[in-house]
């Protein structure tokens, strides 16, 4: 758990929080590595980190707004957070969406 960009860090920082006690989240931690150890040793299975963050809040944000301005009637295609295409051109001022 002294790990600061794993899954279980991350998990446990979770659990600590809605437990509301550190020592259950070291149990429930603790478990659920043992778990993904017999599943390695007994089994064969390979390890598969899983990763610090599942889903980025950042890409949550932008599908927020890219629905936000699709209800707008704005005909947008996204691919990633670095390539937005829109087919109009739209303005936004302080009384909202103008579009040109």
């Known amino acids: 758990m002294h790990t600061k960009a794993s899954f279980y860090r991350a998990k446990y920082n979770k659990?600590?929080?809605?437990?509301?006690a550190k020592n259950k989240a070291k149990v429930a931690i603790a478990n659920k590595l043992a778990r993904?150890?017999?599943k390695?040793?007994?089994?064969g299975v390979a390890y598969?980190?899983?990763?610090?963050m599942r889903g980025d809040p950042r890409e949550q944000k932008i599908q927020k707004h890219m629905r936000a301005l699709k209800a707008l009637g704005v005909d947008i295609r996204y691919h990633n957070h670095q390539i937005i295409d829109s087919k109009k051109t739209f303005f936004v001022d302080a009384s909202g969406i103008v579009k040109a």
């Open 15 to 20: 659990l600590c929080f809605r437990l509301g």
């Open 36 to 38: 993904v150890t017999y």
């Open 40 to 43: 390695i040793l007994s089994g």
């Open 48 to 52: 598969k980190d899983l990763g610090y």
